[in-house]
């Protein structure tokens, strides 16, 4: 059985920083690809950050570049993306994806004062 854990989304305020953690298992998770999306309601679904299966290739929204960064553990089946300057506008349910259709549950990140 394939699952996803998401953790670490919380209440932080404007500037602020949080680290996401996504825990795979149920896959080869050294020969995925790996990705961060976030859900807001009303609002189309992005994606945030992708990390290649060695670790050596990422990409990142325009809109998160400079201030997210994702990394991986190949030896620990994890998926992390950390994210510093927050701004209200990150407000959203971040979900961790493998290869780009395998959905964990989400965690939600609230950026408010």
């Known amino acids: 059985q394939v699952q996803l854990i998401e953790s670490g989304g919380r209440l932080v305020q404007p500037g602020g920083s949080l680290k996401l953690t996504c825990i795979v298992s149920g896959l080869t998770f050294n020969t995925f690809t790996m990705a961060w999306f976030r859900r807001t309601p009303g609002k189309e679904r992005e994606v945030v950050a992708r990390?290649?299966?060695?670790?050596?290739?990422?990409y990142y929204a325009d809109s998160v570049k400079g201030r997210f960064t994702i990394s991986r553990d190949n030896a620990k089946n994890t998926v992390w993306l950390q994210m510093n300057s927050l701004k209200p506008e990150d407000t959203a349910r971040y979900y961790c994806?493998?290869?780009?259709?395998?959905w964990g549950q989400g965690t939600q990140v609230t950026v408010s004062s």
């Open positions: 990390i290649s299966w060695s670790g050596d290739s990422s």
């Open positions: 994806v493998a290869d780009a259709r395998i």
